[in-house]
């Protein structure tokens, strides 16, 4: 088994790869798309080559952008509200990544196992949050009124939930 407690820093919590892939193949149709449709034009399916690089330039590259400048400083807002993330994340998933009233944050994790709570038993990992409920696969931490919710998956994530 994997050692969560043990991970290289840079190696947790990075932007989803998948993604980075996905903006790079968008890019690379956008430019086939403007050459085939605007610099080289030969007959009347033009306009959808024309059509492909809109699309791609005005709405499916700025949502990919705008999805990792969300993940990029994930961990950042989450430790900010004196919770320590697991060391066991890896990716954070789509847009939850802690930037609205009530954040909700997603990551994937390296370990798959309900263990991944019990590295809250520690008081030094949650500074200021008093554990108020336990269950085998979530978690909720109280400080004052505030309220963050810890779940771990069966499918490797973990789920963290604050509510002010």
Do not use: K, N
Not at 12 to 31: E, N, S
Not at 50 to 70: H, S
Not at 135 to 154: E, H, I
């Amino acid at each position: 088994m994997l050692d969560a407690h043990h991970l290289d820093p840079a190696e947790r919590a990075r932007i989803h790869p998948r993604l980075i892939g996905l903006l790079i193949v968008f890019i690379a149709l956008a430019a086939l798309s403007f050459y085939v449709g605007f610099l080289q034009p030969r007959d009347r399916f033009d306009w959808r080559s024309q059509a492909a690089f809109l699309v791609l330039t005005f709405m499916l590259i700025p949502v990919v952008v705008f999805t990792l400048t969300q993940q990029a400083g994930a961990v950042g807002r989450l430790e900010a509200h004196g919770t320590t993330p697991h060391p066991a994340v890896r990716h954070v998933l789509g847009i939850t990544a802690g930037q609205c009233p009530a954040p909700v944050w997603v990551f994937t994790s390296a370990v798959e196992d309900a263990a991944r709570l019990d590295f809250y038993d520690d008081p030094a990992t949650r500074p200021g949050w008093e554990i108020s409920q336990r269950g085998a696969t979530m978690l909720v931490l109280r400080q004052g009124d505030a309220r963050l919710s810890v779940s771990a998956t069966s499918t490797g994530r973990i789920i963290y939930m604050l509510r002010p």
